[in-house]
């Protein structure tokens, strides 16, 4: 049996005003279980893909499929359901809340999916405790390293179990051997079934991802290979 | 298409967290802008507290002194010359139903001076008059040092002075001397100011008969006191000069020496309303405040926003959190202010030895007002808020 696809992009582009072409008719398909890289230079519009796959912006033509869900047909408050139940985002400059501890940060990822506070504070330090900060619950971001933060941003992007994980150039802002944990980290959670999405410029990081996508002036030049995964990277 | 997105609700008790998040971030900005709005609230609860607090204790006072005192005086006839109260003036007004006392003072021709030494022309700016004795307990007047006159003293050349004569005259103590024309007169008693007829406090009181055998008077009353019931203050007013001066009713003034002081319970009404005007002044001057910290709140925090938006909150979300945050501003702003406005009405009653009283109106239409005043204020700022592009809001730095 296929896994569904998560991420289904068909013709899709993406124009700004002033006669930008981010995205020029881009097909992808990614399946459940998959651990891809999106890489390529600045302004090759891995960015406006992050956006598109996240939903927070809508292709100009063609269409995204996301989780299931036809995109150019929902609503804005629907699309903000779809985020919170199914994305998570990871930031290259984790965007946490200044003077909020981790488990409050990791918490508020599941703000606004409608879950009690009790149970978002009991799902944070279970998320956590997978990214492995048990013993960081109650510091605040301006006492995590860098590489803490982003695993606190991780947390944050994992506790509402999301169909879908984008983590846009997690390791941009972080030393060579943060990243490296950081990295370890994602694979470990795609080993334990998440979808995930990483967004990049470096080649290194992408060379260590099973998939890699290669984008150039708002064009695919190269799929490594779509892969299926086997059956007990889905279980 | 699966069509079960359905954006969930925050609870009340997540949209106060998350409204107090910005609040929290940046303490002195909000305690800045929420002082605006606790002046305006402050002033326009204090305003409206120490107004009604000494309309309370003129009220008060009211009660204690009674409205049920009248007085006549004899005045003018139609063609202009003073009239004469006939001298058995206090036994007719007695006869009067509801009447259950009645009193008299008069004018006599007597010129007050602290000694004999003093030259005549320098009098003491103290009048003197023949009373009644029953005049001190009709208008409810108390003896400050000494005694009242008696059945005794009141023919005999003794005086008693009201507080403000005796302040003029420097006498501080009974049994003094002063002079009235060439008659060396003793104070025997010096009593506290009545409320009721302060024109009583600047006199010296001899009694009518001493006035008629050492003062050539010639005992007609010139003021007529009065009470009566409650219920029947008006019903006596209507006869009260005609009783008194047959046939030449309309030379009598009567009058009800109460409404002066009802009249100062509502002279405070302009004042008020000017003070209220300068409250509701401040009030906006901090609402414009509040909405201006909004508008910046905004600007510095469109990452925040794109975070949320990102994670799932929705447009109304954003704008209830906006919304939320500026309704706490000026929330915290109209709380302080209603508790400095009720404190320094406590405090001022305080000195002032009245009650103080807070009307719950006024703290009511302070709160309302608060709440209106954060809607306005951060309804624009909270649409702008809702309405970044999320991916915009996350892009800045």
């Given at each position: 049996m296929t896994p569904a696809p998560?991420?289904?992009?068909?013709?899709?582009?993406?124009?700004?005003?002033?006669?930008?072409?981010?995205?020029?008719?881009?097909?992808?398909?990614?399946?459940?279980?998959?651990?891809v890289a999106v890489v390529g230079p600045s302004g090759s519009g891995k960015s406006t893909m992050l956006h598109v796959m996240g939903t927070l912006d809508k292709p100009t033509t063609g269409t995204v499929r996301i989780a299931g869900y036809d995109v150019s047909q929902l609503s804005d408050s629907r699309l903000s359901a779809l985020r919170a139940r199914h994305i998570?985002?990871?930031?290259?400059?984790?965007?946490?809340?200044?003077?909020?501890?981790?488990?409050?940060n990791v918490a508020d990822g599941l703000l606004y999916a409608g879950v009690s506070l009790?149970?978002?504070?009991?799902?944070?330090?279970?998320?956590?405790?997978?990214?492995?900060?048990?013993?960081?619950?109650?510091?605040?971001?301006?006492?995590?390293s860098g590489g803490e933060k982003q695993r606190v941003a991780i947390a944050r992007a994992?506790?509402?179990?999301?169909?879908?994980?984008?983590?846009?150039?997690?390791?941009?802002?972080?030393?060579?051997?943060?990243?490296?944990?950081?990295?370890?980290?994602?694979?470990?959670?795609n080993a334990s079934g998440t979808t995930i999405c990483v967004i990049t410029h470096d080649s290194e990081i992408a060379a260590s991802l099973p998939r890699r996508v290669r984008f150039k002036d708002g064009e695919i030049v190269s799929d490594s290979r779509p892969i299926f995964p086997t059956e007990e990277a889905g279980s | 298409m699966k069509s079960d997105l359905k954006p969930s609700r925050l609870s009340p008790r997540d949209i106060l967290r998350v409204g107090a998040v910005g609040l929290r971030a940046r303490r002195a900005r909000v305690v800045l802008s929420a002082l605006g709005i606790a002046i305006g609230i402050a002033t326009m609860v204090a305003v409206v507290g120490l107004s009604e607090s000494s309309r309370a204790d003129l009220m008060a006072q009211l009660d204690r002194l009674g409205t049920n005192l009248l007085t006549a005086e004899a005045s003018?006839?139609?063609?202009?010359?003073?009239?004469?109260?006939?001298?058995?003036?206090?036994?007719?007004?007695?006869?009067?139903?509801?009447v259950q006392h009645a009193t008299a003072s008069a004018d006599i021709d007597a010129r007050i001076r602290r000694s004999d030494v003093v030259p005549r022309e320098r009098t003491a700016g103290v009048i003197a008059q023949a009373v009644r004795i029953d005049l001190l307990s009709t208008l409810g007047g108390e003896v400050d040092k000494g005694s009242w006159l008696n059945q005794a003293g009141e023919r005999l050349?003794?005086?008693?002075?009201?507080?403000?004569?005796?302040?003029?005259?420097g006498i501080t103590r009974t049994g003094e001397t002063i002079m009235m024309n060439e008659t060396r007169v003793v104070v025997v008693g010096i009593l506290k100011p009545i409320e009721l007829v302060p024109t009583l406090d600047r006199v010296a009181m001899v009694g009518f008969p001493a006035a008629e055998r050492y003062f050539g008077f010639d005992g007609h009353p010139t003021t007529i006191f009065e009470r009566s019931t409650d219920a029947s203050v008006e019903d006596v007013w209507a006869v009260l000069g005609r009783t008194i001066s047959p046939g030449n009713g309309s030379g009598v003034k009567v009058s009800r020496p109460s409404d002066a002081l009802a009249a100062k319970a509502a002279t405070h009404e302009g004042l008020t309303t000017l003070m209220l005007g300068l409250g509701a002044v401040a009030l906006l001057v901090g609402g414009v405040g509040v909405a201006n910290t909004m508008v910046i709140s905004v600007l510095e925090r469109r990452q925040e926003i794109g975070l949320r938006r990102s994670l799932g909150a929705?447009?109304?979300?954003?704008?209830?959190?906006?919304?939320?945050?500026?309704?706490?501003?000026?929330?915290?702003?109209?709380?302080?202010?209603?508790?400095?406005?009720?404190?320094?009405?406590?405090?001022?009653?305080?000195?002032?030895?009245?009650?103080?009283?807070?009307?719950?109106?006024?703290?009511?239409?302070?709160?309302?007002?608060t709440l209106l005043i954060g809607v306005v204020a951060g309804l624009y700022p909270a649409i702008r808020a809702s309405r970044l592009h999320p991916t915009v809001a996350l892009n800045a730095t």
């Open positions: 998560v991420i289904e992009l068909r013709d899709a582009t993406k124009s700004y005003p002033g006669g930008v072409h981010a995205l020029r008719g881009v097909n992808l398909t990614v399946h459940q279980g998959e651990l998570g985002f990871v930031f290259q400059h984790f965007h946490l809340a200044a003077g909020r501890d981790a488990v409050d009790r149970e978002r504070r009991t799902r944070a330090r279970e998320a956590l405790a997978k990214v492995r900060l048990e013993h960081r619950y109650s510091h605040t971001p301006s006492e995590l994992l506790v509402g179990d999301p169909t879908l994980l984008l983590a846009d150039e997690p390791t941009g802002a972080l030393d060579t051997a943060s990243g490296e944990i950081v990295m370890e980290l994602l694979h470990e959670l | 003018e006839d139609e063609r202009g010359n003073p009239i004469k109260l006939p001298k058995s003036a206090v036994a007719m007004v007695e006869r009067i139903g509801p050349p003794t005086t008693v002075l009201g507080s403000v004569a005796a302040d003029r005259l929705t447009r109304s979300a954003i704008r209830l959190q906006f919304l939320t945050e500026s309704l706490l501003l000026s929330g915290l702003g109209g709380a302080t202010g209603a508790l400095l406005g009720a404190a320094a009405t406590y405090g001022f009653a305080q000195v002032q030895g009245w009650t103080a009283v807070v009307p719950l109106w006024s703290l009511a239409g302070g709160v309302a007002a």
